[in-house]
T-cell receptor
Framework: DVKVTQSSRYLVKRTGEKVFLECVQDMDHENMFWYRQDPGLGLRLIYFSYDVKMKEKGDIPEGYSVSREKKERFSLILESASTNQTSMYLC????????????FGSGTRLTVV | GESVGLHLPTLSVQEGDNSIINCAYSNSASDYFIWYKQESGKGPQFIIDIRSNMDKRQGQRVTVLLNKTVKHLSLQIAATQPGDSAVYFCAENHHNNDMRFGAGTRLTVKP
């Protein structure tokens, strides 16, 4: 089974800090994604990547950046954390074979104080 | 912008009954849809998918129905069990490989 591992389950950071959320997948998938999940809003796409060093903006990229230096790792960066970035962050990976099904990590709950 | 949405945010059913979770989508160009289940403390997990050239697909205890005329998707769970309690999301293939998700419906199964 594909495993998508997010490095932290819970994080508490201060306003203005630079925050790194790490995601690693072990099945050589080309596509990786970062979503944030908020009550009543579902999952909203922040950034995604089709391959190493490639990145594309999703629906809500403002305040975020990403890095994909290796195929298995996709990092989400909050350049200067703000309280409105308090959320659950979900990483996913996918390779198209028979379907577009994503495999998600367990999520990182980030609180910015 | 175009988006995926759900009719009901919560659904409560009796154990053993059938559950129906609905989803409306607005992007008529979407050609692929997935239902995900998210249990507490976990990431969403793939349940079942359907392509736009189909109107029905069945899995184990689950059926997805697609009505392209009214842009509506539903997930039917037969003989709902306590382990089915979760949040259910529909998702549509936006373009290429990225998916767009609805807000989710919380299903609660009463014993």
């Amino acid at each position: 089974d594909v495993k998508v591992t997010q490095s932290s389950r819970y994080l508490v950071k201060r306003t203005g800090e630079k925050v790194f959320l790490e995601c690693v997948q072990d099945m050589d998938h080309e596509n990786m994604f970062w979503y944030r999940q908020d009550p009543g809003l579902g999952l909203r796409l922040i950034y995604f990547s089709y391959d190493v060093k490639m990145k594309e903006k999703g629906d809500i990229p403002e305040g975020y950046s990403v890095s994909r230096e290796k195929k298995e790792r996709f990092s989400l960066i909050l350049e200067s954390a703000s309280t409105n970035q308090t959320s659950m962050y979900l990483c996913a990976s996918m390779v198209y074979r028979d379907n577009y099904g994503y495999t998600f990590g367990s999520g990182t709950r980030l609180t910015v104080v | 912008g175009e988006s995926v949405g759900l009719h009901l945010p919560t659904l409560s059913v009796q154990e053993g009954d059938n559950s129906i979770i609905n989803c409306a989508y607005s992007n008529s160009a979407s050609d692929y849809f997935i239902w995900y289940k998210q249990e507490s403390g976990k990431g969403p997990q793939f349940i079942i998918d359907i392509r736009s050239n189909m109107d029905k697909r069945q899995g184990q205890r689950v059926t997805v129905l697609l009505n392209k005329t009214v842009k509506h998707l539903s997930l039917q769970i037969a003989a709902t069990q306590p382990g089915d309690s979760a949040v259910y999301f529909c998702a549509e293939n936006h373009h290429n490989n990225d998916m767009r998700f609805g807000a989710g419906t919380r299903l609660t199964v009463k014993p």
